[in-house]
């Protein structure tokens, strides 16, 4: 029997042709398993969990791929106990979620979100009030200087702002990075580009916004659960924190999400910033190749990595 690849989400068509269909049988999100004995690949994006009883309903599973950086919905642990590989794609999305990050900063900062609101509801004297900053000049801190970081930084630069950065909490810290306590201090907008893990969960929480600039602003397009909501929110609405940008949305109790999503000086996006034509395209592509090579009996290196 061919083995089973089983998409728990979709990839981009043209990735999927690229599968051999007299080498693998392809099931597609939605349809029936009719025996889970002969999957051998399970995809994921980020929506879709891989956990222990999907894992144990595979007994021939031999690799998890993310079509995506994060490995957050795959339980990595037992399935390295189950000896299967995880694998997913780290890089391919950098361009692009930095490209997201200053368009972020402007629709925020600058103020051009707030522009074409009031514009589209016929308030073109808007203008006579409009405050926005110029990025000129301003202080960017970068928190988690990896793929995204440098290119985020390199962007910013282009637009004249003062760069500085951190690194990885519990990392050893690069030469010119700054301690966190002090990047928040001294930073106009703070700009997240860390993984999650147990060090920065939670690490942007009530203390570290308030040791953040009266007025400064946060920009997350890292993983949601790195900023305390309940804490984001108080600084949000007693104008310590003069707004905040994000591609995710805030995990907290549905009231308080809501409260984060509906605050004049928030704006979110649906988690979209991978999601340009391009970067799924090549995503996709990734990730089929993988499962063509490692069921090929390629060995890839290394289980996966994150930005």
Known sequence: MMPTVLFLESVDPAALRLIPRDEFHVLLPGASVPDYTLVQAI????????????????????????????????DVDYATTQRVQVLNVPGVNAATVAEHTIGLLLLLVRGMYRLVREVKAGNWNYRDTYAGHE????RLGIVGMGEIGHLVAGLAGA??????YAGRTGAV????????????????????HLPLTPDTRG??????????????????????????????????ESGHLAGYASDLM???????????????????????????????????????????????GMDIPGRYRVN
Request: net charge neutral; glycine share 4%.
């Open 135 to 138: 990025l000129r000049n301003l």
């Open 43 to 74: 995809v994921t994006r980020g929506k879709e969990r891989v956990d222990r009883q999907l894992i144990d309903r595979c007994p021939g599973l031999r690799m998890i791929v993310r079509c995506g950086v994060g490995v957050n919905n795959i």
């Open 159 to 164: 637009l004249q702002m003062d760069v500085s």
């Open 203 to 236: 690490l942007i929480d009530a203390a570290a916004l308030q040791r953040m600039k009266p007025g400064a602003f946060l920009i997350n397009t890292a993983r949601d659960e790195i900023v305390d909501a309940s804490a984001l929110l108080a600084a949000l």
């Open 250 to 296: 805030p995990v907290a109790a549905a009231d308080v999400c809501e409260r984060i999503v509906q605050h004049p000086a928030v704006v979110i996006t649906p988690h979209a910033a991978s999601l340009t034509a391009l970067t799924f395209r090549e995503m996709s592509v990734l990730t089929v190749q993988h499962i063509k090579d490692y069921l090929g």
């Open 173 to 192: 810290k690069p030469e010119g990075a700054l301690d966190l306590s002090d990047l928040l201090a001294q930073s106009d907008v703070v700009s997240l």
